[in-house]
């Protein structure tokens, strides 16, 4: 039994936004509760891990990117693809510092251009109006781009 199993049964719990609890990481894993305990003390460390998971995901799509466009494009599209995870990521624990560093590597104004795309993916998180998104999303990393390397 591993660490990456229990987090794998967390992570699932989550995207299905269910409670990330002892028990229910021990039901989803299929291992009973006490063998849990030697990798994780209780249920926030164990979302703590899914938060730090994700945040390695979304870390190598932005990180990877060619340039800032398509840096704004993985920051959303991780959003678009993992909404609960990214609601747990900025809501129960705060990932702001490190995700706006992210876009340090691409541009001297990252913060404008990190809260832009935050705002924009915690609204895609959040609606299940995806086409909106979807027009809005290039219009808003062109324009939020071009102030960030002015």
Known sequence: ???????????????????????????????????????FPNGSAILLAVCHAAFAELSSAVLSAPDVHAAGLAYLDFAAAHPSRYRVMFGVFDLAEPALRLFTAHTANALALWLGLHGLAHQRASSRRTHVFSAVAPRLINSLASEALS
């Open 1 to 39: 039994m591993s660490r990456q199993l229990i987090v794998a049964a967390a992570t699932a719990l989550v995207d299905r936004n269910h409670a990330v609890t002892l028990r229910a990481v021990s039901r989803e894993a299929g291992l009973p509760t006490s063998s849990i305990y030697p990798h």
